[in-house]
């Protein structure tokens, strides 16, 4: 379900998160979503490990980087979640926001 061609869902968390960055920052977000989607590239869209299906959008601009969680629908063909996003701050993807992922993706298949 990792093929080219997706359309990308951004949820209420989600777009909250990109109106709080600035225009520059937000047009890289575009920029890096835009270049996975022609392209399967894990520096900027990769599933994470043991996360039961939670992929993340990467982005770096001057040494911040910033990250958008998302997952495929199951029910559609091509088609990716964006739950939320986040500045990481440490090496690894905080479990916390793993987490809020999985369940936003609850929410979203109403089994919460």
């Known amino acids: 379900m990792n093929g080219n061609n997706f359309e990308i869902l951004f949820l209420p968390q989600a777009c909250d998160f990109l109106d709080t960055l600035n225009e520059k920052t937000r047009d890289k977000i575009f920029y890096d979503i835009d270049k996975s989607r022609k392209g399967r590239d894990s520096r900027v869209f990769k599933k994470l490990e043991n996360t039961d299906g939670i992929w993340e959008f990467r982005t770096d601009l001057k040494n911040i980087e910033y990250r ?36 936003i993706r609850k929410k979203y298949y109403g089994q919460e």
């Open 68 to 103: 958008l969680l998302a997952f495929w629908d199951k029910n559609k063909r091509a088609f990716v979640v964006a739950t939320h996003g986040f500045v990481k701050k440490t090496q690894k993807t905080p479990s916390k926001e793993i987490k809020k992922a999985q369940q």
